[in-house]
């Protein structure tokens, strides 16, 4: 059901979600698009994500990290806003864990950040109320290794693009599915966007997640900018080592 909100009300959803673990701390589109309509809950023992596609080429490696910190991609790297909407907000803290919650209407466009390759996707919405934090809060969700070898997570979606999967090359822009409230969302429209490095690249969801806080550099692609996350996630990973 679309959900129409003021800017007022957005706020009012942020400070009420408890959904993504607690209370917040192109393409052009072909005339009949095609989606993958997300099975009840109940029909499968668990969420069915493809097995890791083979390491693409084109990517970057994420081992070696810049020599200096970068505030703008290379030249061949763009970056978009992960959600096609006017009506949209997000807040620039998330409990528990670096991540963002952007917030718009149900079924409003969710395209890739930038140009890369889908590591891992789920079709399908298996998570169970009150369950402990888990690979399945995200229900629905997308996971795509950019050609910046940063790591772009989107979840909570209602429904996934027809032709999305494993092993697909996308570009910046280009339509991954719908905003929704699949998963551990609360019953608020939303995505959780999450930046990380690419680590295990598939089954590390503690990572996976969101391992650095996305806000500034959402902040820039709103309004056209191309500041890039590179700097500050191989920052984390160095520091870290790939534990969350």
Same mark, same amino acid.
């Given at each position: 059901? +679309?959900? &129409?909100r003021?800017?007022?009300?957005?706020?009012? =959803?942020?400070l009420?979600? $408890?959904? %993504?673990?607690?209370s917040?701390?192109?393409?052009?589109?072909?005339a009949?698009?095609q989606?993958v309509?997300?099975?009840?809950?109940?029909t499968?023992s668990?969420?069915?994500?493809?097995?890791?596609?083979?390491?693409?080429t084109?990517?970057?490696?994420?081992?070696?990290?810049?020599?200096?910190?970068?505030?703008?991609?290379?030249a061949?790297?763009k970056?978009?806003?992960?959600?096609?909407?006017?009506?949209? $907000?997000f807040?620039p803290?998330?409990s528990k864990?670096? $991540?963002?919650? !952007?917030?718009?209407? %149900?079924?409003q466009?969710?395209?890739?950040?930038?140009?890369?390759?889908?590591?891992e !996707?789920?079709?399908?919405?298996?998570?169970?109320?009150?369950?402990?934090d888990?690979?399945?809060?995200?229900g629905?969700?997308?996971?795509?290794?950019?050609?910046?070898?940063?790591?772009?997570?989107?979840?909570?979606?209602?429904? &996934?693009?027809?032709? !999305?999967r494993a092993?697909? +090359?996308?570009?910046?822009?280009?339509?991954?599915?719908?905003v929704?409230?699949?998963?551990?969302a609360?019953?608020?429209c939303?995505l959780?966007f999450? !930046?990380?490095?690419?680590c =295990?690249?598939?089954?590390?969801?503690?990572?996976r997640?969101?391992a650095i806080?996305?806000?500034?550099?959402?902040?820039?692609w709103?309004?056209?900018?191309?500041?890039?996350? &590179? =700097?500050?996630?191989?920052?984390?990973?160095k520091?870290?080592? %790939?534990k $969350?």
């Amino acid at each position: 059901m +679309r959900i &129409v909100r003021t800017l007022a009300g957005l706020t009012a =959803a942020v400070l009420a979600l $408890a959904g %993504c673990g607690g209370s917040p701390g192109g393409a052009s589109a072909i005339a009949t698009p095609q989606f993958v309509t997300p099975e009840p809950v109940g029909t499968s023992s668990g969420p069915t994500e493809a097995p890791p596609p083979p390491a693409p080429t084109t990517v970057p490696p994420t081992s070696r990290p810049p020599t200096r910190p970068a505030t703008t991609a290379p030249a061949r790297v763009k970056y978009t806003f992960p959600v096609k909407s006017s009506n949209v $907000a997000f807040h620039p803290t998330h409990s528990k864990y670096p $991540a963002t919650d !952007i917030f718009a209407d %149900c079924g409003q466009p969710v395209v890739a950040t930038t140009s890369g390759v889908v590591l891992e !996707i789920s079709l399908k919405d298996v998570y169970v109320e009150g369950a402990p934090d888990g690979p399945n809060n995200g229900g629905l969700s997308v996971s795509l290794l950019g050609d910046d070898g940063v790591r772009y997570y989107g979840s909570h979606l209602s429904k &996934v693009r027809s032709g !999305i999967r494993a092993g697909v +090359r996308v570009t910046s822009g280009q339509p991954l599915g719908q905003v929704g409230h699949t998963g551990n969302a609360s019953g608020v429209c939303h995505l959780h966007f999450g !930046i990380s490095p690419s680590c =295990a690249q598939v089954g590390d969801w503690k990572v996976r997640r969101g391992a650095i806080w996305p806000a500034t550099f959402l902040t820039s692609w709103r309004k056209g900018g191309q500041k890039s996350p &590179v =700097a500050t996630v191989a920052d984390w990973k160095k520091d870290h080592d %790939c534990k $969350a």
